[in-house]
């Protein structure tokens, strides 16, 4: 990332109103790093800024030369400043339609690294995770939700801590500013609820699109294993919130997911098993 949208980040960030979000309740300025943490310090660093969210979870943005190579970084430390979480640095686009771009590859050596990114795929609906950088103040809310979903997203993975987050609705198109929503937001619980549901009524989890059975093809790693997809799409809802049901809430495989958002408007889940029966009839 080149130093000057690094700057304009830091910028941003240094000046975020107090009716945001999220507290910035710390910051270095720009200059070499001192006394924050052994891979960080004395690098070269355009801001450090410690933002808090109302359940008090805290996250460190650093905006650093994080290989004293000129390209900086955007990496995100926990509040404790033991480790950094995730080093983004890969930029795409141009102008005002600069996004990051990261990729969850856990390295673990105990053979669960395929559970772990299942588990990231399950929150974030995909292991690359892509956020939009922000070109004005109204744009730095989001910019800051998105660290912190990576943030929880990673460390819980990371662990397979099976209290697992929420799960993205929708997947980041830069600037086309169609709005990412979070199931925190709509109720995780719901999402829970509709996977239990779907327990009860079928005795086990299966794509409504396809009939996939995870459980069926990967064996007992893929018990219980399903993706919710919100049939209502953000931009149909009230921007002060809505009231999501159960019934609302499809449950899908991870291709399927990812190919009812493929088209805007979504796919209804009728004309995607249109779609692969008409497929299926060809190939036949």
Known sequence: MEQSIAKN????????????????????????????????????????????????????????DWKENGNFYVVIFPRSRVGPIAEIHKTHGEGDEVVLSWKYSPTKRDSRNWERKQYFIEAFLSDVVTISIPSGSDEVDDFISELFTLAN????????????????????????????????????ELVRQAKLLALRMFGRLICEC?????????GKIGANFIEAHHTKPVSTLHRDGENIQVEDLAMVCSNCHRMLHRRRPWLERHELKQLLDANHSLQG
């Not at 941003?12 to 979000?21: A, D, F, I, K, Q």
């Not at 396809?210 to 990967?218: A, E, I, K, L």
Request: glycine share 8%.
């Open 210 to 218: 396809c009939g996939m059975d995870f459980q069926s093809v990967y």
């Open 9 to 64: 980040i830091s910028t941003l960030l240094s000046v975020v109103e107090s009716g945001n979000r999220y507290k910035l309740e710390h910051s270095y300025a720009s200059g070499d790093l001192t006394g924050f943490h052994q891979w960080a310090d004395g690098k070269p660093c355009e801001g450090a800024f410690l933002f808090i969210d109302q359940q008090n979870f805290g996250i460190w943005i650093v905006l650093i």
């Open 153 to 188: 997203s990673r460390q819980k993975a990371d662990s397979l801590d099976p209290d697992r987050p929420s799960t993205r609705d929708g997947f980041p198109e830069g600037k086309m500013k169609q709005k990412l929503h979070f199931v925190r937001e709509r109720n995780a």
